[in-house]
């Protein structure tokens, strides 16, 4: 599922116009990375957790040269599924 299927979908489960489902949703994403950004995580309880997380400098190497190369530290991104998504997940449901 793409973007643009997620907000079919949302705003057909709302009833509301896809144009007004669009903008909430990057209004979602831009807070989220703004928050993130800010060294911050975010709970949405039942769903699950993002949390920012830094990754250190390593070696890496190249596949076709097999030269080694450092991988410079960065930032990324950790989500952590809730308890209520995880037993969502994985209820058995009939023909499965």
Not at 10 to 33: D, G
């Amino acid at each position: 599922m793409n973007k643009a299927d997620l907000i079919n979908k949302i705003a057909t489960r709302l009833s509301v116009p896809q144009k007004e489902c669009r903008e909430h949703l990057e209004a979602l994403q831009a807070v989220i990375a703004e928050e993130l950004n800010e060294g911050n995580g975010i709970i949405l309880q039942g769903f699950g957790s993002f949390n920012l997380w830094k990754q250190t400098e390593r070696e890496g190497r190249n596949p076709r040269t097999g030269e080694t190369i450092p991988i410079l530290p960065r930032r990324s991104v950790k989500f952590r599924p809730g308890k209520m998504l995880l037993q969502k997940l994985n209820t058995k449901k009939e023909g499965l």
